[in-house]
T-cell receptor, first 106, second 119 residues
Framework: DIQMTQSPSTLSASVGDRVTITCRAS??????LAWYQQKPRKAPKLLIYKASSLESGVPSRFSGSGSGTEFTLTISNLQPDDFATYYC????????FGQGTKVENK | QLQLQESGPGLVKPSETLSLTCTVS??????????WGWIRQPPGKGLEWIGS?????????NPSLKSRVIVSGDTSENQFSLRLTSVTAADTAVYYCARHRFGVGLGVWGQGTTVTVSS
């Protein structure tokens, strides 16, 4: 099975910052990667699919890149609503989630 | 509008079987580009995929849970279900059902249901 490793586990940032989260797959998953945002006591929300495609309705300050085994989620101009936990997920071979990255207010 | 709703007991005794159902409205379990899955989240921890069923009825399980999990679908009721046997306190979690559109990821989730394993 495919393992997903996210880094960092916690990230402290301020409004207006540019934030980058990395996700690595234990083997190539092509571009079959999604990113989710989760707020406390809420279901995750899909942000990015196929590594770099923006889900409808998601602000353009969110972007994704990468292919193969290394992927990045970038939030440019961090907004107050963006403080949350972010997960990557591979869907190349069944499904696996990364362990999550909490973006907290510095 | 597509909606998913989990239902089932909120409290299960250790060694017993956890049973949950996800009712789908606004789409069909047989939609040709979809699969339907169960994901859980223990308190304060991350997301863990449990198992999923495709539109054609193929079923896949997380290897770490495979020996205890059964996922099934009922197209007549437009529901899919989860059974997890021999539960322990480690199975205490919020359980979500979700729809995966092929190539697009898990775009629609249920609100989640909390299941506590305790005597």
């Amino acid at each position: 099975d495919i393992q997903m490793t996210q880094s960092p586990s916690t990230l402290s940032a301020s409004v207006g910052d540019r934030v980058t989260i990395t996700c690595r797959a234990s083997q190539s998953i092509s571009s079959w990667l999604a990113w989710y945002q989760q707020k406390p006591r809420k279901a995750p929300k899909l942000l990015i699919y196929k590594a770099s495609s923006l889900e409808s309705g998601v602000p353009s300050r969110f972007s994704g890149s990468g292919s193969g085994t290394e992927f990045t989620l970038t939030i440019s101009n961090l907004q107050p609503d963006d403080f949350a936990t972010y997960y990557c997920q591979q869907y190349s071979n069944t499904w696996t989630f990364g362990q999550g990255t909490k973006v907290e207010n510095k | 509008q597509l909606q998913l709703q989990e239902s089932g007991p909120g409290l299960v005794k250790p060694s017993e079987t956890l049973s949950l159902t996800c009712t789908v409205s606004g789409d069909s379990l047989s939609s040709s580009d979809c699969s339907w899955g169960w994901i859980r989240q223990p308190p304060g921890k991350g997301l863990e995929w449990i198992g999923s069923i495709t539109y054609s009825g193929s079923i896949y399980y997380n290897p770490s849970l495979k020996s205890r999990v059964i996922v099934s679908g009922d197209t007549s009721e437009n529901q899919f279900s989860l059974r997890l046997t021999s539960v322990t306190a480690a199975d205490t979690a919020v359980y979500y059902c979700a729809r995966h559109r092929f190539g697009v990821g898990l775009g629609v989730w249920g609100q989640g249901t909390t299941v506590t394993v305790s005597s």
